[in-house]
């Protein structure tokens, strides 16, 4: 899983600014706010390379400038710092501005004269309409209504964003000071536009909000009030204690932003829990279920139905349940079964309908398999990470020049944040990577899941994908800065299987002990089960009970990670299918490859080729690779 320093679980329309989305909604009220639609300066970016249609080359241009403006924070991490003092504006006025752009977009892409194109043209061509068209659609669901959540909104992002925005000079001390003024401002604006989502009936299911309120009375504490330095705000300057800015930072800290949140807590508390729906599924929703169909769409990048979907899960929910028996046979749990334990003798001759609910207890019952303190959490990750590394050379031949590093999830958020993510960082705006882990309630975070999270979240997986893309050359910057979630995700997905052909373990890789494993498999049905449940709650009226009782029956997860997990997919309908959709996307061009190539098949060519484009939609990327075989072969 990716996220950005303004994470918006509820911005379903950014179908290739996805993964690494912030709220597309310029700034209402300042200079860049018009009512006609103007765009900056382009001679700051790159000249028009030769072969390339001039005109397109413009129309990237100019969609790069809207969007720098609209989403700055976004802009400051690429590198690009001229709205560097600014935060984006949550306000409905700032999204039909931005909706505005789109469309005036849009009509200038369809005036252009493709008949010459090249190939690089076509795809970026392609890209950009998938990106304005989806925009668009989204914008009838008014997405910018619905900002919180327990997982996601300013009481999540605004916090961590001086730990994410580049500080490397002094003139970056005073766009973050000024960022800080405008929290307030930011604030006050999402409580409005909320407001406006009540009065139209938008409103999410209760249970994704219950959260909220802590989250944002911790960012107005008495305690940071009297000591601002306290204050996650303040991060960035605590190395920098001798900064000009450093006072006045903490004076706003203390005199607007711990009132601000105490503001946004109080509306939770009292305004916007009551309004909340009881119902949990988006088909239940002011919307109904267009909202949900565009959803699926958005994120898969297919036209699969909720109904194919769900069946998909449910063959796959299947297969993993037998390569999981065949795994717990290998450990010695089960050996002793039938060695004779007396303590487990009455398991030797059960079925497997009573040896994986059995086999399940144990893992999550046996403290041998939990950590005693975070440092040692992290640890095991960095050591693991540092383990893969070396693999690398054997599966690809181009590797990203960016580093990345593990840090633990503030605990202001971990209560209810995902078990692991992955923040991208920037070459160009001095930032590294984050696998960003989890280190609350260290009983629900299991040793086996240490492999195959560091090998999704980390390398060979979300770091290594995103980081690559950042360093394409010879492609324009627009390419650089758009996702897929079902490419990225779908890839996360993929990599963790690559752990099975890294190390000297011929047959098992990375997963020589069967308890990781199984936990690469207990990862995989974690996927596979989301198709399932994604579609049952939003499509099938399957209650939150229902989603969380069928995830125990055919996982090992543990019950923290399922209730926090069901309700993310409650909160962010069908983000949660990408994964498994693309994943078994690559996994069909791989096998495709593999059979077409023969002896010839090489792995590091085909991956450097699937990664070579950046993140792409599904279908895009299977006509991509079958020119890739096509001229393997020749």
Aim: contains cysteine.
């Amino acid at each position: 899983m990716t996220r950005s320093p303004k994470r918006s679980y509820t911005r379903r329309w950014a179908v290739l600014a996805g993964v690494t989305a912030f709220s597309l909604c310029p700034a209402s009220g300042r200079a860049q706010t018009r009512a006609e639609l103007e765009f900056l300066d382009t001679s700051m970016l790159a000249p028009v390379p030769e072969g390339r249609d001039p005109a397109l080359w413009r129309l990237l241009d100019d969609y790069l400038n809207a969007d720098a403006q609209a989403q700055p924070e976004a802009a400051s991490l690429r590198g690009d710092f001229r709205f560097n003092d600014l935060l984006s504006d949550p306000s409905g006025e700032a999204a039909d501005f931005w909706t505005g752009q789109m469309a005036s977009l849009l009509a200038r892409l369809d005036r252009l004269d493709q008949g010459g194109f090249g190939e690089d043209d076509r795809l970026d061509a392609a890209l950009l309409r998938s990106t304005l068209e989806s925009g668009i659609e989204s914008a009838r669901f008014r997405p910018e209504q619905t900002p919180i959540s327990s997982i996601s909104g300013p009481q999540v992002w605004l916090p961590q964003l001086g730990s994410r925005v580049p500080m490397l000079s002094v003139q970056h001390e005073a766009d973050y000071l000024a960022r800080l003024r405008q929290v307030s401002g930011e604030i006050d604006a999402t409580i409005a536009t909320m407001r406006e989502g009540i009065a139209a009936g938008r409103v999410p299911p209760r249970v994704t909000v219950l959260a909220a309120p802590a989250a944002a009375r911790s960012q107005a504490t008495e305690a940071i009030a009297d000591d601002p330095t306290r204050s996650p705000f303040y991060a960035p300057f605590l190395s920098r204690p001798d900064s000009v800015h450093a006072a006045p930072a903490r004076e706003v800290i203390a005199g607007e932003i711990v009132p601000a949140y105490a503001r946004l807590a109080d509306f939770l508390e009292r305004e916007y829990l009551p309004a909340c729906r009881e119902t949990i599924g988006a088909s239940a929703s002011v919307d109904g279920m267009a909202w949900y169909e565009h959803a699926l769409r958005t994120h898969t990048t297919t036209r699969l139905t909720a109904a194919e979907i769900h069946a998909i899960g449910v063959a796959e929910v299947e297969r993993i349940q037998r390569d999981m028996m065949g795994v717990i046979r290998r450990t010695d749990w089960y050996e002793r079964i039938t060695s004779g334990d007396s303590s487990v003798s009455q398991l030797r001759e059960a079925d497997d309908d009573a040896l994986f609910p059995a086999f399940s207890e144990h893992l999550r019952t046996d403290p041998s398999f939990y950590f005693t303190n975070a440092e040692e959490l992290l640890t095991a990750y960095r050591d693991c990470a540092k383990r893969i590394d070396p693999e690398l050379i054997r599966l690809f031949g181009v590797l990203p020049r960016l580093p990345y590093g593990v840090r633990e999830i503030p605990r202001f958020a971990a209560r209810s944040s995902p078990t692991a993510y992955y923040y991208p960082g920037s070459a160009e705006g001095g930032v590294p990577g984050y696998f960003m882990a989890n280190t609350d309630r260290l009983d629900q975070r299991p040793r086996y899941d240490i492999v195959p999270l560091t090998l999704h979240e980390a390398v060979p997986g979300h770091h290594l994908q995103i980081a690559l893309a950042q360093e394409m050359e010879g492609v324009h910057p627009f390419r650089r800065s758009i996702s897929v979630t079902a490419f990225v995700e779908g890839w996360g997905l993929y990599a963790e299987k690559l752990g099975l052909e890294m190390g000297d373990d011929a047959k098992h890789g990375m997963f020589a002990d069967p308890y990781d494993d199984f936990g690469r498999l207990n990862f995989e049905m974690w996927r596979a089960m989301r198709l399932v449940v994604d579609t049952g709650i939003h499509a099938e009226g399957w209650t939150r009970d229902k989603a969380i009782a069928y995830m125990l029956a055919h996982s090992a997860k543990t019950p923290v990670d399922i209730a926090n997990e069901v309700d993310r997919y409650i909160a962010w309908p069908g983000q949660a299918c990408a994964y498994k959709i693309g994943e078994l996307r690559m996994l069909a061009i791989r096998a495709r490859a593999e059979a077409a190539l023969g002896d010839a098949f090489d792995v590091r060519a085909f991956h450097d080729e699937l990664l070579g484009a950046g993140p792409l939609p599904l279908d895009v990327l299977d006509e991509r690779m079958d020119r890739w075989i096509a001229a393997q072969k020749d």
